[in-house]
């Protein structure tokens, strides 16, 4: 057995004898903090991996350390790149097996180590999709699934996904924020980066992610030329500053529900009588044309979107012009009182 073995060895006892005098112990891993009893199962998690635990008490000594010295090697490893070297190296941490997969099958009754999973999200962060860093939080402290819960009903795995940034993002958005990051006309580039951002965490295919906030699909499947058409360190930066805006808006809530909004404003006809009801509040008659330019401004108003995104008709696609002697500010103000909000509800909002 050679000094790095023996190294090995010493490492899963001491890691065994922590699990069993202290279950809970917080252990450090790289910047995480988890508990001894995950850190030791980790490390089982890898030998078993390599030699099933079925075959540990007819499995030769030399099979047995070599499996205890790679699970070492992974559970000690300086970074994700140092992690995804070892892995390649033994064939560990396989991300469609068992053990760690990172899209778990219906079928596999094995459970997942959530350290180990971590591990391996961070390793393989830089070669995932933009979708699959966002749902994976690569950016984050930790990676992790967007898994709320997993349990068993027969042989069948039953996830529990997670969509926690619904309901917290408008259509385009907020005016100022990330706006460094799009390079596209301004509609386009707002709402792909809402799409982003509500994908954070998020199991949710994109596409119904643009439903829910009213957009149209085709902007789901062109999210990756939106944004992704960057150098890996843009990429970077862009998951990085989308992590952090969606730490802001955990750590303050907005107090509007942008998916409700959008569900109301579906309703064309609701948003026209408020527009004309407000309109009148200022002594003015609407024609159709202005109807429309007023309805087009407080939908967008309401829900938080762009012109270009309204289901209401333009002529040519135009917006028409604003009805003369209107005070816009006043109008909105008026029009979002008839519209459905709760009680000290904000007409617009934006994050602190």
């Not at 140092?82 to 068992?98: K, N, S």
């Not at 459970?111 to 999709?129: E, G, Y």
């Not at 012109?307 to 333009?314: G, I, M, Q, S, W």
Request: proline share 9%.
């Amino acid at each position: 057995m050679s000094d790095a073995q023996l190294d090995a060895v010493e490492h899963l006892d001491h890691a065994l004898e922590a699990a069993a005098r202290d279950p809970g112990g917080p252990t450090a891993l790289w910047q995480w903090t988890t508990t001894s009893t995950e850190y030791a199962h980790a490390l089982l998690e890898l030998i078993d991996e390599q030699v099933r635990a079925n075959r540990w008490a007819h499995a030769s000594s030399r099979e047995l350390v070599t499996a205890i010295d790679v699970a070492s090697q992974v559970m000690t490893a300086a970074s994700p790149e140092a992690v995804e070297a070892i892995a390649a190296r033994h064939g560990v941490l396989d991300p469609v097996g068992t053990h760690t997969p990172i899209a778990p099958k219906e079928h596999d009754y094995h459970p997942r180590s959530s350290l180990l999973v971590s591990l391996r999200l961070a390793s393989l962060a830089r070669h995932l999709s933009l979708g699959q860093q966002l749902m994976f939080r690569t950016a984050s402290g930790r990676p992790r699934p967007p898994v709320r819960t997993e349990r068993r009903d027969g042989p069948r795995r039953l996830p529990e996904g997670t969509w926690p940034a619904r309901g917290w993002v408008p259509p385009a958005l907020w005016a100022g924020e990330l706006t460094d990051h799009v390079s596209v006309d301004e509609s386009c580039g707002r709402a792909a980066l809402s799409l982003a951002l509500s994908k954070v965490g998020s199991s949710i295919p994109l596409r119904a992610i643009a439903l829910d906030l009213g957009l149209p699909a085709w902007l789901a499947d062109r999210i990756a030329k939106t944004l992704s058409n960057r150098t890996r360190n843009e990429l970077e930066r862009l998951t990085a500053d989308l992590e952090r805006l969606f730490s802001r808006l955990e750590a303050a809530p907005p107090p509007i529900d942008y998916s409700h909004r959008v569900a109301v404003g579906r309703d064309l006809a609701t948003v026209r009588a408020a527009a004309v009801e407000a309109a009148s509040f200022q002594s003015i008659a609407l024609d159709e044309a202005e109807e429309v330019a007023a309805s087009v401004a407080l939908w967008v108003a309401y829900t938080g979107s762009h012109p270009r995104f309204c289901p209401l008709p333009l002529n040519d696609g135009l917006q028409p012009p604003w009805p003369s002697g209107l005070n816009r500010a006043e109008f909105l103000d008026d029009g979002f009182l008839q519209l459905p909000h709760d009680q000290g509800e904000p007409m617009a909002w934006w994050p602190p």
